[in-house]
């Protein structure tokens, strides 16, 4: 039992970052932009493929314009090779992506109430 407890942290942080990994994302993706289209919402597939696409075109732009560099401080150098942090972006854009989906197919009356519905609804 103390060997799970001790390796717990180590296993859950391993399971949540592979959470973003493109392997798990990209046939999401494209099985909810699938679903989408079957369910006879293509303004909502479009937006979906046409987030997801820009985010990927605005972080490697990023990538290619930022590239790499490096910050010394303290006499000790650090260098970063993949900024801005392709993963993290791809997954703030899915799973954000995924919650507003949700978000805007409730019919609750709470939630279509609210305001971050009101903002969204705007757009």
Request: charged share 5%.
């Amino acid at each position: 039992m103390l060997g799970l407890v001790q390796h717990f942290p180590r296993s859950f942080w391993f399971f949540v970052s592979n959470l973003g990994d493109i392997a798990l994302i990209a046939p999401c993706a494209l099985a909810i932009f699938a679903l989408l289209l079957l369910q006879r919402r293509a303004i909502e597939a479009v937006g979906w493929g046409l987030g997801l696409g820009l985010c990927i075109i605005v972080t490697f732009t990023l990538k290619m314009t930022l590239g790499s560099f490096q910050v010394t401080l303290l006499g000790h150098t650090f260098g970063a090779a993949g900024f801005p942090s392709g993963h993290a972006a791809l997954s703030t854009t899915f799973y954000g992506g995924i919650a507003l989906l949700v978000w805007s197919s409730t019919r609750s009356w709470v939630v279509s109430s609210s305001p971050p519905r009101w903002a969204c609804s705007c757009c």
